[in-house]
Protein backbone atom coordinates (compact mmCIF):
# COMPACT_ATOMS: atom_id res chain seq x y z
CA UNK A 1 0.00 0.00 0.00
CA UNK A 2 1.54 3.04 -1.00
CA UNK A 3 1.19 6.03 1.73
CA UNK A 4 -1.04 8.77 -0.50
CA UNK A 5 -0.95 12.74 0.39
CA UNK A 6 2.67 13.64 0.85
CA UNK A 7 3.24 16.37 -1.34
CA UNK A 8 5.93 17.97 0.14
CA UNK A 9 9.13 17.24 2.57
CA UNK A 10 7.67 19.85 5.02
CA UNK A 11 3.71 18.51 5.00
CA UNK A 12 5.15 15.16 5.47
CA UNK A 13 6.25 15.72 9.32
CA UNK A 14 5.08 19.14 9.94
CA UNK A 15 2.88 22.38 9.35
CA UNK A 16 4.48 25.52 9.03
CA UNK A 17 2.10 28.18 11.15
CA UNK A 18 3.42 31.78 11.40
CA UNK A 19 7.20 30.98 10.85
CA UNK A 20 7.06 28.25 13.32
CA UNK A 21 6.82 23.97 12.67
CA UNK A 22 4.67 22.22 14.40
CA UNK A 23 5.97 18.94 13.76
CA UNK A 24 6.80 15.24 15.38
CA UNK A 25 7.72 15.20 18.67
CA UNK A 26 8.97 11.56 20.46
CA UNK A 27 13.21 12.33 19.61
CA UNK A 28 14.89 9.59 22.06
CA UNK A 29 18.82 8.46 21.77
CA UNK A 30 17.53 5.57 20.75
CA UNK A 31 15.22 4.44 17.42
CA UNK A 32 15.38 0.53 17.67
CA UNK A 33 12.14 -0.80 16.33
CA UNK A 34 9.59 -2.98 19.04
CA UNK A 35 7.26 -5.46 19.87
CA UNK A 36 4.97 -5.96 22.90
CA UNK A 37 1.95 -8.19 23.86
CA UNK A 38 -1.62 -7.27 22.88
CA UNK A 39 -1.76 -3.50 24.53
CA UNK A 40 -5.06 -3.22 26.58
CA UNK A 41 -6.63 0.42 27.59
CA UNK A 42 -4.95 1.97 30.35
CA UNK A 43 -6.99 1.71 33.88
CA UNK A 44 -8.10 5.86 34.46
CA UNK A 45 -7.47 7.84 37.44
CA UNK A 46 -10.16 7.86 40.42
CA UNK A 47 -11.10 12.13 39.18
CA UNK A 48 -14.55 11.49 37.41
CA UNK A 49 -13.53 14.22 35.30
CA UNK A 50 -10.44 13.36 34.58
CA UNK A 51 -12.16 9.74 33.23
CA UNK A 52 -14.63 11.33 31.24
CA UNK A 53 -11.80 13.56 29.14
CA UNK A 54 -10.21 10.42 28.72
CA UNK A 55 -12.56 8.51 28.09
CA UNK A 56 -13.48 10.94 25.62
CA UNK A 57 -9.99 11.46 23.90
CA UNK A 58 -10.63 7.20 23.84
CA UNK A 59 -13.99 7.35 21.93
CA UNK A 60 -12.08 10.15 19.54
CA UNK A 61 -9.46 8.25 18.11
CA UNK A 62 -11.05 4.57 18.20
CA UNK A 63 -11.26 4.78 14.99
CA UNK A 64 -7.30 5.10 14.19
CA UNK A 65 -6.66 1.86 15.98
CA UNK A 66 -5.13 0.18 13.00
CA UNK A 67 -2.47 2.84 11.47
CA UNK A 68 -3.88 2.13 7.99
CA UNK A 69 -7.22 4.02 8.94
CA UNK A 70 -4.59 7.14 10.49
CA UNK A 71 -3.29 6.70 7.00
CA UNK A 72 -6.85 7.44 5.37
CA UNK A 73 -7.76 10.03 7.81
CA UNK A 74 -4.76 12.23 7.27
CA UNK A 75 -2.26 11.20 9.13
CA UNK A 76 1.43 11.02 7.96
CA UNK A 77 4.33 8.62 9.21
CA UNK A 78 7.44 10.08 10.41
CA UNK A 79 10.35 9.66 12.92
CA UNK A 80 12.22 6.74 13.61
CA UNK A 81 10.55 4.64 16.02
CA UNK A 82 11.35 5.07 19.68
CA UNK A 83 11.79 2.63 22.52
CA UNK A 84 8.91 3.77 24.80
CA UNK A 85 6.83 5.83 22.93
CA UNK A 86 6.49 3.78 19.33
CA UNK A 87 6.31 5.15 15.90
CA UNK A 88 4.52 8.52 15.71
CA UNK A 89 2.30 9.43 12.81
CA UNK A 90 0.72 13.27 13.04
CA UNK A 91 -1.94 14.77 11.21
CA UNK A 92 -0.94 18.25 9.90
CA UNK A 93 -4.45 19.68 9.56
CA UNK A 94 -4.70 19.18 13.29
CA UNK A 95 -1.57 20.76 14.04
CA UNK A 96 -2.52 23.72 12.61
CA UNK A 97 -5.37 24.36 14.07
CA UNK A 98 -3.66 23.80 17.44
CA UNK A 99 -1.09 26.23 16.44
CA UNK A 100 -3.96 28.60 15.77
CA UNK A 101 -6.74 27.76 18.31
CA UNK A 102 -5.13 25.85 21.25
CA UNK A 103 -4.98 21.85 21.54
CA UNK A 104 -8.58 20.26 21.29
CA UNK A 105 -8.73 17.29 23.11
CA UNK A 106 -10.76 15.57 20.58
CA UNK A 107 -8.07 16.07 18.05
CA UNK A 108 -4.44 15.04 19.31
CA UNK A 109 -2.03 16.46 16.70
CA UNK A 110 0.14 13.06 16.80
CA UNK A 111 -0.62 9.23 17.69
CA UNK A 112 1.88 6.87 18.53
CA UNK A 113 1.76 3.45 17.57
CA UNK A 114 3.62 0.38 19.08
CA UNK A 115 4.29 -3.35 17.47
CA UNK A 116 2.09 -5.82 19.27
CA UNK A 117 2.06 -9.96 18.38
CA UNK A 118 -0.63 -8.64 15.90
CA UNK A 119 0.94 -5.94 14.06
CA UNK A 120 1.32 -2.31 14.79
CA UNK A 121 -1.71 -0.83 16.97
CA UNK A 122 -2.16 2.54 18.83
CA UNK A 123 -0.43 3.03 22.16
CA UNK A 124 -0.80 6.53 23.58
CA UNK A 125 -2.14 10.03 21.65
CA UNK A 126 0.34 13.05 22.11
CA UNK A 127 -0.22 16.75 22.22
CA UNK A 128 2.59 18.64 20.83
CA UNK A 129 3.82 22.15 19.16
CA UNK A 130 6.36 24.24 19.38
CA UNK A 131 7.67 25.14 22.48
CA UNK A 132 7.89 28.81 22.71
CA UNK A 133 4.37 28.74 21.37
CA UNK A 134 2.64 26.36 23.92
CA UNK A 135 2.99 27.06 27.93
CA UNK A 136 5.12 25.08 29.87
CA UNK A 137 2.10 23.49 31.53
CA UNK A 138 -0.99 24.17 29.10
CA UNK A 139 -3.26 22.43 31.45
CA UNK A 140 -5.48 20.16 29.62
CA UNK A 141 -6.80 17.91 31.75
CA UNK A 142 -8.68 17.97 35.11
CA UNK A 143 -6.31 16.31 37.28
CA UNK A 144 -6.29 18.18 40.66
CA UNK A 145 -7.78 15.33 42.23
CA UNK A 146 -7.06 12.19 40.38
CA UNK A 147 -4.16 10.24 40.80
CA UNK A 148 -2.08 11.21 37.52
CA UNK A 149 -1.07 14.66 36.61
CA UNK A 150 -0.18 15.88 33.59
CA UNK A 151 3.82 15.25 32.67
CA UNK A 152 4.72 18.23 29.77
CA UNK A 153 8.31 17.26 28.10
CA UNK A 154 10.01 19.12 25.72
CA UNK A 155 12.19 17.64 22.92
CA UNK A 156 15.50 18.93 21.13
CA UNK A 157 15.37 20.73 17.90
CA UNK A 158 16.03 18.32 15.32
CA UNK A 159 16.63 16.75 11.97
CA UNK A 160 14.82 13.57 10.48
CA UNK A 161 15.60 12.32 7.65
CA UNK A 162 14.10 9.07 5.67
CA UNK A 163 15.81 7.74 2.91
CA UNK A 164 15.33 4.15 0.90
CA UNK A 165 19.03 2.12 0.49
CA UNK A 166 18.55 2.85 -3.60
CA UNK A 167 20.44 4.77 -4.23
CA UNK A 168 17.95 6.93 -5.57
CA UNK A 169 15.74 9.33 -4.43
CA UNK A 170 12.14 8.02 -4.10
CA UNK A 171 8.68 9.72 -4.06
CA UNK A 172 7.13 9.93 -1.08
CA UNK A 173 4.17 8.86 -2.81
CA UNK A 174 5.43 5.71 -4.39
CA UNK A 175 6.42 4.41 -0.70
CA UNK A 176 4.74 1.71 0.78
CA UNK A 177 3.54 1.38 4.34
CA UNK A 178 6.16 -0.91 5.55
CA UNK A 179 8.68 1.04 3.90
CA UNK A 180 7.70 4.08 6.46
CA UNK A 181 8.02 1.51 9.16
CA UNK A 182 11.36 0.46 8.25
CA UNK A 183 14.00 1.68 11.30
CA UNK A 184 16.82 1.03 9.57
CA UNK A 185 15.26 3.89 6.48
CA UNK A 186 15.21 6.21 9.02
CA UNK A 187 17.62 8.68 11.19
CA UNK A 188 17.48 11.83 13.17
CA UNK A 189 20.18 14.18 14.72
CA UNK A 190 20.88 16.93 16.81
CA UNK A 191 21.12 20.08 16.63
CA UNK A 192 19.45 20.34 13.47
CA UNK A 193 20.57 20.88 9.88
CA UNK A 194 17.93 23.41 8.50
CA UNK A 195 19.83 23.44 5.08
CA UNK A 196 19.58 19.85 4.17
CA UNK A 197 16.80 18.82 1.54
CA UNK A 198 15.22 15.50 -0.01
CA UNK A 199 17.66 14.92 -2.93
CA UNK A 200 20.69 15.68 -0.99
CA UNK A 201 23.44 12.77 -0.26
CA UNK A 202 23.97 12.14 2.86
CA UNK A 203 25.85 10.22 5.57
CA UNK A 204 24.06 9.15 8.42
CA UNK A 205 23.89 5.97 11.10
CA UNK A 206 20.58 4.87 9.92
CA UNK A 207 18.00 3.58 12.62
CA UNK A 208 19.24 5.53 15.20
CA UNK A 209 18.06 8.99 16.78
CA UNK A 210 21.99 9.70 16.98
CA UNK A 211 22.24 9.57 12.83
CA UNK A 212 25.91 11.48 13.13
CA UNK A 213 27.73 9.38 15.54
CA UNK A 214 29.20 5.59 14.53
CA UNK A 215 28.95 4.13 11.66
CA UNK A 216 27.51 6.03 8.70
CA UNK A 217 26.44 5.03 5.05
CA UNK A 218 25.61 7.22 2.64
CA UNK A 219 21.70 7.57 0.80
CA UNK A 220 20.06 10.13 -1.40
CA UNK A 221 17.47 11.88 1.56
CA UNK A 222 13.72 10.94 0.14
CA UNK A 223 12.11 13.04 3.43
CA UNK A 224 13.70 15.81 5.41
CA UNK A 225 11.87 17.57 8.25
CA UNK A 226 13.64 20.01 10.77
CA UNK A 227 11.42 21.22 13.87
CA UNK A 228 12.09 23.40 16.61
CA UNK A 229 12.43 22.37 20.10
CA UNK A 230 8.85 20.71 21.31
CA UNK A 231 6.74 20.46 24.23
CA UNK A 232 4.86 17.64 24.55
CA UNK A 233 2.46 15.50 26.76
CA UNK A 234 1.90 11.84 25.81
CA UNK A 235 -1.85 10.12 27.26
CA UNK A 236 -1.66 6.39 27.41
CA UNK A 237 -5.58 5.96 26.50
CA UNK A 238 -5.34 2.99 24.13
CA UNK A 239 -2.05 1.13 26.02
CA UNK A 240 -1.84 0.56 29.69
CA UNK A 241 1.20 2.27 31.19
CA UNK A 242 2.68 1.29 34.97
CA UNK A 243 4.28 4.06 34.89
CA UNK A 244 0.53 6.31 34.56
CA UNK A 245 -1.36 7.80 31.97
CA UNK A 246 0.41 10.95 31.24
CA UNK A 247 3.47 8.97 31.71
CA UNK A 248 6.10 10.27 28.79
CA UNK A 249 7.83 6.65 28.08
CA UNK A 250 6.27 2.96 28.57
CA UNK A 251 8.76 0.52 30.34
CA UNK A 252 7.22 -2.04 28.46
CA UNK A 253 8.37 -1.24 25.42
CA UNK A 254 11.95 0.42 26.58
CA UNK A 255 13.76 -2.96 26.30
CA UNK A 256 12.14 -4.23 22.74
CA UNK A 257 13.81 -4.93 19.66
CA UNK A 258 13.28 -5.84 16.80
Not at 9 to 14: D, N
Amino acid sequence: MSFEGVTSRRAFLGTVVGGATVALAGCSNDSNNGSTGTPTNTPTPTSSGLEAQLQTVREATADFEDPQAALQNGFQPGGPYVPGMGWHFQNPEWAQEAAQNGFDLEKPPTLTYVETDDGLTLGSVEYAGPAQAVPESPDLFDDADADATESWGTHAAATHVFATPDGEQTNPEDVTFDEWTTPDYWAEFSPPDSDLEAGDTVSLNWGTASGKEGDRTERVADVVTTHPELRALHVWTHMENPEGVFAPVNPRLTSDSG
